[in-house]
């Protein structure tokens, strides 16, 4: 059902049915594009705002890529209708919307390429997409081969989903001097002041063959017929009619009517995308007609995905992590901090822990970032709701909401940077705030931000809550101002006892001592005012009700308040005891920790939206895997590194092929780490484990973090590379390459059952401490460490 080849930079699904929901994706930083196994796909890209130039067939909300995306037989996707011209046998590919069974079926995703090919009886089909490094096209290849004894005569018909545009104007034609079928919009509006809004639109979508068609049709209504999208009328005819969509949903058919000989091959290529005007797509035809413009933007996005390789590549005894991990994961993170998850207002808390994750990729950008962030500070040391990344971006959606959150992530983001990179004088840097122009140093911004949190608390100690911290849908437990977050104290305290090393790094005691004062009493809070007896409470309500508490029936415990009282300190030790045996009571499912339990069932007015989501998705009781990478980094920092592996294991997609059962339920491909598997299994045991198939998550950031750092215990320090593993108990060894300042570390895992304790060689000299210092830029050295234990 599911392989890796290429050193499992391919992953191959060898079923449309078998796992239907199952996609991959591709992007550049104009644009993105998700595609699923039967050949369904969701595209946007940024003018500059995400926009849409496939649409259903009827007026939709317009949004971002979401969570378990529903498909249905109208969704948007890139189909290729194939009819038997002598005997009238039809198909269609990759699957949909005919749904036939191929004799063999393999959707493979690459990094810069995502494939099907598919055997019919008598032929072969390849049918494949890749995107340009800085453009929005989409760029398809068909090929079909003969593979029987006889000719063929065949009718193609390469059908692209173009779909409802505009309720102001539409139409769809062939049109001869591009030789594309264009379909032509105007974007709607009614009040004056937003026609020079949407006057420069893109609101052309144009399918662009390399050669001209026999036949075409631009009218969806016309193609279908009364056979509908499943079985077309249009293919019932010799050729298709050359109709035009005359303020009606419109399509782009092509038909082209070959003869393939045993052993004959055809290719044909489709460039499918937005347009301005006509003279635009004109332009492009020009540009991909030329005989190197497609091979010229393979190799374009090959040096571009290059710059994600990441700082890790590693091989263990679990060649599906190897997988992942090699190829996958650091994509992921590239993704997200070199686009900003194609917004043009990313959240402050994304932007920043998305920088974050590109310390590991491209440490000089993500010093960029975390400067371009600090400039839109305000002057009171707060932080926006979002990162505005334009001139005419606006805070939209979620970033009109007030949350409590942004300013902690500002330390907990910069000190991995300080420590992976050993640059303590960006601390000096000057940021020049945009709104104000008054110019402060990194250190001075990150100060204030944290004075901000503190003066942002209530009486007893603890922070404000508003209308939501990291959980966005926690809106209505601090609406009016009185409300605590037990998660957001406890960050805090995080932030405060990571950044006064840093005060301290800089000869400023005072400061150091005063943060670690801070953090103590804010400790002291929060083991007062929010300790349950087993658990940690989630927050307090502004009627002073606490709530994720025994008391509570529903949203009983949360696992943020437990995870990230082990990661900041504030669980004594016998309060992580009882935590831990809470967590694995309650939260622990077969996918992960659950985001809270028992899920709510309904609205609870005084706690929020988050308690109206469906049980068991998203923030209400998903096994939602940001909140599990905190607690597995949280686990690692405490010594607790079985429980953490068990845990990051469980996060992972399905990566093992021979787990039938468990690829079945998360029905996932292994080519992103997803937001969320659905949770409440005791409530809705069908679709608990099922993947959202979003990859748009924090986690990633994390994850990869996560792996350097504390898993293989790689983790950069100011003074050098620190070594502490914490590989599991049952591994023998594994091989670790690591990129560091640098230099290149071969890092060589084993396993030495007659030692005690970890020990550590250096290009053959032992190492007193576990710290190599100092790097020297452009050596390769290596690191033989010995851990103590029984070999398996």
């Given at each position: ?199 420069d639109l893109k609101d052309l979508t144009f399918l662009l063959p390399d050669r001209a068609p026999d036949a075409w049709e631009a009218a969806l209504e016309n193609f279908e017929g009364e056979g509908g999208w499943h079985d077309p009328a249009a293919l019932d005819r010799e050729t298709l009619d050359n109709g035009e969509a005359i303020y009606e949903t419109p399509l782009a058919a092509l038909q082209y009517r ?165 640059d303590d004088a960006f601390l000096d840097h000057p940021v020049t705030a945009l709104g104000t122009g008054e110019s402060q140093s990194v250190f001075e911004r990150v100060t204030a931000a944290l004075r901000w949190l503190l003066r942002h608390r209530d009486d007893r100690g603890l922070s404000l809550l508003n209308q939501g911290d990291w959980c966005d849908p926690l809106n209505m437990a601090g609406a009016a ?312």
């Amino acid at each position: 059902m599911l392989s890796s080849e290429a050193d499992g930079a391919r992953v191959v699904l060898h079923s449309p049915t078998a796992m239907p929901r199952a996609s991959a994706y591709l992007w550049n930083r104009c644009m993105v594009l998700q595609v699923n196994c039967r050949g369904y796909v969701v595209a946007r890209h940024m003018q500059p705002e995400p926009s849409a130039y496939s649409h259903p067939p009827f007026l939709e909300a317009r949004t971002f890529v979401q969570p378990e995306q529903p498909v249905y037989a109208h969704h948007p996707g890139r189909f290729v209708w194939l009819r038997d011209d002598d005997n009238g046998a039809r198909w269609s590919l990759p699957y949909e919307p005919a749904r036939q069974a191929a004799d063999d079926f393999r959707f493979e995703a690459e990094s810069d390429v995502i494939r099907w090919r598919i055997a019919l009886p008598g032929l072969e089909a390849s049918l494949s997409v890749r995107l340009p490094a800085d453009q929005v096209a989409e760029l398809w290849t068909l090929v079909l081969r003969n593979t029987g004894a006889a000719p063929r005569r065949l009718s193609v018909y390469p059908c692209f989903s173009i779909g409802y545009m505009s309720w102001m104007n539409q139409s769809a034609a062939f049109e001869t001097d591009s030789g594309a079928l264009v379909a032509r919009s105007v974007t709607p509006y009614q009040k004056l002041e937003e026609f020079d809004r949407v006057r420069d639109l893109k609101d052309l979508t144009f399918l662009l063959p390399d050669r001209a068609p026999d036949a075409w049709e631009a009218a969806l209504e016309n193609f279908e017929g009364e056979g509908g999208w499943h079985d077309p009328a249009a293919l019932d005819r010799e050729t298709l009619d050359n109709g035009e969509a005359i303020y009606e949903t419109p399509l782009a058919a092509l038909q082209y009517r070959v003869t393939l000989p045993p052993g004959g091959e055809e290719r044909w290529r489709f460039v499918f995308g937005p347009a301005g005007d006509s003279e635009e797509i004109q332009r492009l035809a020009r540009h991909w007609r030329s005989s190197d413009a497609i091979a010229q933007a393979t190799r374009d996005t090959t040096t571009y995905l290059a710059g994600g390789a990441g700082c890790l590549s590693i091989d263990t005894p679990d060649p599906g992590l190897d997988a992942f991990v090699n190829h996958w994961l650091s994509r992921q993170v590239f993704y997200h901090g070199d686009t900003h998850r194609l917004t043009t207002d990313p959240q402050t808390r994304n932007y920043l822990q998305d920088a974050m994750g590109m310390v590991y990729l491209d440490p000089e950008r993500a010093r960029e970032q975390l400067a371009f962030a600090l400039a839109q500070q305000r002057a009171d040391g707060g932080m926006p709701e979002g990162v505005l990344l334009t001139r005419e971006a606006e805070l939209k959606y979620i970033n009109e909401v007030p949350h409590m959150d942004h300013c902690v992530w500002l330390p907990l983001c910069l000190a991995p940077y300080l420590d992976e990179t050993g640059d303590d004088a960006f601390l000096d840097h000057p940021v020049t705030a945009l709104g104000t122009g008054e110019s402060q140093s990194v250190f001075e911004r990150v100060t204030a931000a944290l004075r901000w949190l503190l003066r942002h608390r209530d009486d007893r100690g603890l922070s404000l809550l508003n209308q939501g911290d990291w959980c966005d849908p926690l809106n209505m437990a601090g609406a009016a101002g009185r409300g605590v977050s037990t998660w957001l104290s406890q960050a805090c305290v995080h932030a405060l006892r990571s950044w006064a090393p840093v005060a301290r790094r800089r000869g400023d005691e005072g400061l150091a001592l005063d943060l670690e004062h801070e953090a103590d009493t804010m400790a002291d809070a929060i083991r007062t005012h929010c300790w349950d007896g087993d658990w940690f409470a989630r927050g307090i309500t502004d009627a002073g009700r606490p709530f994720g508490v025994a008391a509570d029936e529903e949203g009983r415990i949360w696992l943020n308040p437990q995870g990230w009282a082990l990661l900041s300190g504030v669980a004594t030790a016998d309060q992580r005891e009882r935590l831990l045996a809470a967590m694995d009571r309650h939260l622990s499912s077969p996918w992960g920790m659950q985001m809270l339990a028992p899920p709510y069932t309904g609205l609870v007015p005084d706690v929020g939206r988050v308690t109206q989501k469906f049980p068991g998705s998203a923030e209400n009781g998903s096994i939602y895997n940001h909140a599990c990478a905190f607690l597995v980094h949280a686990l690692y920092r405490i010594g607790e590194p079985e429980r953490a592996w068990t845990q990051l294991r469980r996060m992972l997609p399905a990566i093992d092929a021979a787990d039938t059962e468990d690829l079945l339920r998360r029905g996932q491909l292994p080519v992103f780490v997803p937001n969320y598997y659905r949770g409440a299994a005791r409530r809705h045991p069908r679709t608990a484990g099922r993947s959202s198939q979003l990859f748009h998550t924090g986690t990633a950031s994390w994850l990869y973090r996560i792996l350097v750092e504390d898993l293989f215990g790689l983790k950069g320090t100011p003074q050098g590379l620190h070594i502490q593993p914490a590989l599991p108990a049952a591994w023998d060894g594994a091989t670790v390459r690591r990129h560091f300042r640098g230099a290149i570390f071969d890092v060589h895992y084993k396993r030495n059952k007659d030692a005690c304790t970890t020990e550590l060689i250096l290009d053959e000299q032992p190492l007193e401490k576990p710290l190599i210092t100092p790097i020297r830029t452009g050596r390769r050295y290596r690191l033989d460490i010995l851990l103590p234990g029984p070999t398996p």
